[in-house]
Structures are given as C-alpha cells and as structure tokens.
C-alpha cells in the first residue's frame, strides 16, 4: 500500500479484488470504458482530419463559401461546436448510467448513503 | 467613441506608462488582501497544496481557465493569427479540443485516485520510489518550460508599455513581477493562488469581450467584413487560407502536424492544470469544473480569433512586428487603437495579471512535487510530518521564483504560445502515456513507466536542443551557432509516439508483474471514487 494513497478508515480494509469481480463493477467499468474509448478516438480522428486539411489540403480549405467565410474558418468553428456537443453527451451519459452504479457501488463499501451529487447524506461521519 | 486613436503611434505608449502600472497596482493591491484574508485557514498540508479541496466545480473551473488561457493564449495567439493568419487560429482549436482527452480520460478518475500530485496517481500500484522520482522529474521540468514561456511574455509587455528596451530596466520589472508571485504563493498557498486565478479569469475573459464586441461593432457584425479588412490592410489574400507560416516546404508541413499533436495531447498531462482537479471536493465537481473550463476556454478563444484578425484588419502586421514586444504586442496595441490609453492600460494590467498567476499557478505545483514526490516520500522515506513538507515547499517556492526571474530575464521574443507548445510537447511525451497506461491498462508495470517517463522527457528535450529553436536559424535562441540536426521545431510527432512505444516495450519486457490487489484497488478507487479525500472544514 502506497503510504500516500488516500487511506480513510471505511475504505481501509475493503477487500478491493473481490469488489472489482462483482458484477456491478464490471458493469460500470464497461458502460465507463464503452462510452469515452470510442469517443476518445472519434474526436482525435476529426481533429487529425482537420489538421491534415489545413496542411496538405489547403486548395480545398481556401474554397470561399460565403463572402471571405471558407471551408478552413466553418470547419474549425466546427471543432468548437464538436467540442461543446461532446462535453454535453459526456456529462449526460455519466449523469444517467455512471453516477448512480458508482454512488451504489461506493454506498456499499462505505456504509454511506449518497445524494444525486454524491454528497453524503448518511452514516458515520469520520 | 470609435476612433479615438485612428492610427497607433508607438511613441505614444509611453505616456500611458503611470496608468498602466496604477490599474497594474490597483489589482495587486485587491487581489493581495484577498490572498491574505483567504489564507488565514492555511493550516494542513491538504490546505496548502489542494485548498481544503473546498472549492465548487464552476469555482474551480474559472480557476483552470485562469490557469490555462496564459499570456500564450492572450497575446500569443491573438499576434500569431494577426501575423500568420489561419495558421494561428490552429493553436485556438488544439488547446480547446485537447480538453476533451481531459475530460473523458482523466479528470476524474485522477481526483478519486490522487491526493496532492500527479505522481501520486502514477505510483499508486506501481514502486512508490523509481515512479514518484519520475514524475516529480518531469513535473519539474514542464513546469520550467512553461515558466519560461511565461516570462518570455512578461519580458515582452513590458518592453511594450514602459517603453524600456534595455536589458537591465526589462531585467528590474522582471524581478518586481517574481517577487510578487513568490509573495502571492508563500502567503495565499492553493487557495489565495486559486483567487487570484478565479478573478484573473473573469477580467481577462471580460476584457477580451468587450474588444470583440469593439471590433466586430466596428464591421457591422459582420465576420466576412472583418475578414476582408484583415485581407486589405496586409494586402495579402493568404491570410484566411491555411499554409501561410507551414505550408511553406514538407518539413514545416510536418513541423505543423507535430504542434497539431502536441497541442491537443498536451493538455491533459499538463502537471498545473492536473493539480487543480484535487481543489474540489468529489469527482463530480471535478467534472463539471472541466465543464466550466471548456466552455470559458471555448469562448475565450473565439474572441481571440476575432482578437487576432481585428489586430490584423485595424493595426496591420507591419506595425505589430515593428513594436517593442514583436508579435506578442498584438492584443495591446488593438487596445491602444480601439479605447486609447484607458482600455490599453486595463488591457495590459490584465495581461500581467495572467503572467502574474500563472507563474504562481506553476510554481506551487513544482514546489509541492518537490516536497511531496521527492522531499517527503523519497528523501525523507515518509518520516517527515506535514508542517516540515509544507515548510520545505515554501523554501521550493522561493527557489523556483528565483530560476523563473533568472529564466525570464534571459529569454528571448520568441512567440510565447510557441513556447508553450514545447511545454505541451514535452508534458505530452514525459506524462501522458504512464497516465492513460496505468488508468485504463492493467498489464501496465514500473518498468514500462519508467521507461516511458524517462523516454519521452528525454528524447523532447533533446529533439529541442538539436532543433531550429536553439539553433542555426536567425529566430533561435542562438542564431551565431548550428548544431540544429533535427529539422522540427515541435518535437511532438516524435517523442509522443516514441513514450507510448516505450511504455509498452518496458512493460512487456518486464518479468516482473504488479500487485494486483494494487491493481483492483486502483480502478475500483478511480471509478467509483471510494475513500477519495473529501473536503477539508474549518
């Protein structure tokens, strides 16, 4: 045990390998890993496309669209605007299948109870 | 009110010179009685380096954007895109996009596994010692490129507002601005420097506004019109096409797709913005702080795009390159034009205020990697209580601001947001693949780690040393000389890719095998946040 890990008593003595075998974590570790691996390479592949464009394609880029507005300027606004709507699907997607598996889980080994923001509602304060 | 300067005349700055340095003043005198009122519960070590972890996402959210849009992204880019047009509009998307690699891969699963630093997290269920002196290596290290870069800028606006071009005046002021920051962060720790960056953040955002509004008023709201005026006045039709500074032959083509890299995979290793995510007190707020700090940074950097073609459009690039400061005097002298000295004395006293808290930023992450990764875990081998880690962390503030005032006095006018690209190359090289391997790959051993720690910091540095930066170019840092063999300026396509190889390599070839009640520990810890640090109340 790392002697700076974070040690409080209720988390102590938690027999970790038996909980990481349960099937309510490995459930949420696969709804966790199965939502940001696929998200993780879909932006890294927009954004590598993007920049390749600006550097091998910059004909193409240059192609006016509406007045001194061409493809280059909407396709980097764009990486703005995938930016902004993937940030919003993450922080849903964990609202509604991440949190509540990870505040049970956490509830079972603490002996706590856990409101919807993951504050302590219940149970021994330490 | 527009027009009140119709032309910039340089000389002119100079008797803007006492209003600067009041507005300077003023915001030195409040955010210091913040800093001193917020510190008075500085008392654990958990308060010093992580503020009682009692900020609240959207707070520390600013904070990180206070932290993250640095005089790179301020005057950095807004001269890069005022010089090199669309070129410099690519570090705007790749500092934002990078967020995403933050927020979905480590945010936080880094809060619920650290405490204080990141090598916290990379020695959890590796060996504590060859791991923990690693990261606190690199650490060190990032944090002094980005210093540098920092003061670079701090070097830069001042030659610009006080007129002074000699070394030794420039060398002074350098010195006045170390001082403070060793004084913000030795008097406030996390939570004062957390103040200053949170009210930094809201000034710089708001003043960056209040110009795109100018600008864009001034071209009907009209995004094309201002576009065709940046067009006009550098009399050069490239300037909305992308290639102009990269597209020149096939290695400046690479040397593009290198920073691309290096951008948005820097972010997320980044050792100052990964200690922020330990200020809240759950996983959660960690998440919507990240969620905050996009959207501000987003935002931030869509006005530095209009920033940046408005400087282009309203001062021209010949004026700007020809001012005291070069490229980096774009966003002051677009101020100067715009409101005259009364906007460009807000405008620079904020740009100071962002060098200012940075470096502190910066600092008290070093000086708590220091004491925590190597004085407390490894030098003293855990003995040593608290008080004495956070006593020999203010002595580590005192020595880091005096390399940052010596760094800063010998850099030189080099773009700073380029700058700050090697810092994101090299963090991205050094940090990021021990990160992700020991979040989410199981295999993953001490061996691999250190491998890949060593390897990718080593290899960045030295692809910089041998690189056109330092040498063999009228722009490097030591034009007389050529010792320039590697042909990139950003060593990121190579030292990236070579981190994670290594990484890989070090584990595989490694026959010895992790604790894997470590192991199961680390991810049950990290994903549902069990036994996390919770907050601190006084």
Known sequence: ?126 | MIGIATAVDVADLKETTLLNMGIFGLFVAVTMVIVVRASRNNKTAADYYAAGRSFTGPQNGTAIAGDYLSAASFLGITGAIAINGYDGFMYSIGFLVAWLVALLLVAELLRNTGKFTMADVLSFRLKQRPVRIAAAISTLAVCFFYLLAQMAGAGSLISLLLGISDWGGQALVIIVVGALMIMYVLIGGMKGTTWVQIIKAMLLIAGAAVMTFWVLAIYGFNLSDLLGGAVETSGNPNMLNPGLQYGKTETSKLDFMSLGLALVLGTAALPHVLMRFYTVPTAKEARKSVVWSIGLIGLFYLFTLVLGYGAAALVGAETIKAAPGGVNSAAPLLAFHLGGPLLLGFISAVAFATILAVVAGLTITAAASFAHDIYASVISKGKADADTEVKVARRTVVVIGVLAILGGIFANGQNVAFLVALAFAVAASANLPTIVYSLFWRRFTTQGAVWSMYGGLGSAIILIIFSPVVSGAKTSMIPGANFALFPLSNPGIVSIPLAFLLGWLGTVLDKKREDIAKQAEMEVRSLTGVGAEKAVNH
């Open chain 1, 1 to 126: 045990m790392g002697h700076d890990a974070p040690t409080p008593d209720a988390a102590a003595s938690v027999d970790f390998e038996q909980v990481q075998s349960t099937e309510r974590f490995q459930e949420l570790r696969k709804r966790h890993r199965s939502f940001v691996f696929p998200m993780a390479i879909a932006f890294l592949l927009w954004y590598f496309a993007y920049v390749l464009l600006a550097d091998y394609a910059a004909g193409f880029m240059s192609t006016k669209v509406w007045g001194n507005i061409n493809v280059g300027l909407i396709l980097g606004l764009l990486q703005f605007v995938s930016t902004f709507a993937i940030t919003g699907w993450y922080v849903s997607y964990s609202n509604r299948r991440l949190d509540p598996i990870a505040a049970e889980i956490r509830n079972e080994i603490e002996g706590h109870e856990f409101d919807k923001d993951g504050n302590r509602v219940s149970g021994v304060s330490k």
